[in-house]
Nanobody, 125 residues
Framework: QAQLVESGGGSAQAGGSLRLSCVSS????????MAWFRQVPGKGREGVAF???????WYADSVKGRFTISRDNAKNTLSLQMNSLKPEDTATYYC???????????????????WGQGTQVTVSS
């Protein structure tokens, strides 16, 4: 069972950048489909960036061209580079891993096997 620990959240001005990291223990990131989801109070978790085993990526329209998901296999770490931040990017961000190595991207939150604890991102205008 993977254990995921995020870091790197915080506050930024609109137009600024933040980088989130997620370290995995118990599961090798290169063997699973992984993703970043985000959630605001009162709403469900929204998948914003995904990476498959082959390295194929998928992005939600709301972040396409601004966010980049990447994987460092040597460090067993997933990252999310967030540029040109907007106030509507404000949310709690979660690292996620599919429960099965047989997977594609994107995928629903209902098939996530492991979640990180979440890290808050706040963007002010």
């Amino acid at each position: 069972q993977a254990q995921l620990v995020e870091s790197g959240g915080g506050s930024a001005q609109a137009g600024g950048s933040l980088r989130l990291s997620c370290v995995s223990s118990g599961a090798t990131v290169q063997y699973f489909c992984m993703a970043w989801f985000r959630q605001v109070p009162g709403k469900g978790r929204e998948g914003v960036a995904f990476i498959g085993r082959s390295g194929r990526t998928w992005y939600a329209d709301s972040v396409k061209g601004r966010f980049t998901i990447s994987r460092d296999n040597a460090k067993n770490t997933l990252s999310l580079q967030m540029n040109s931040l907007k106030p509507e990017d404000t949310a709690t961000y979660y690292c996620a891993a599919r429960s099965s190595p047989v997977c594609g991207v994107p995928f629903s939150s209902s098939v996530v096997g492991a979640w990180g604890q979440g890290t808050q991102v706040t963007v002010s205008s």
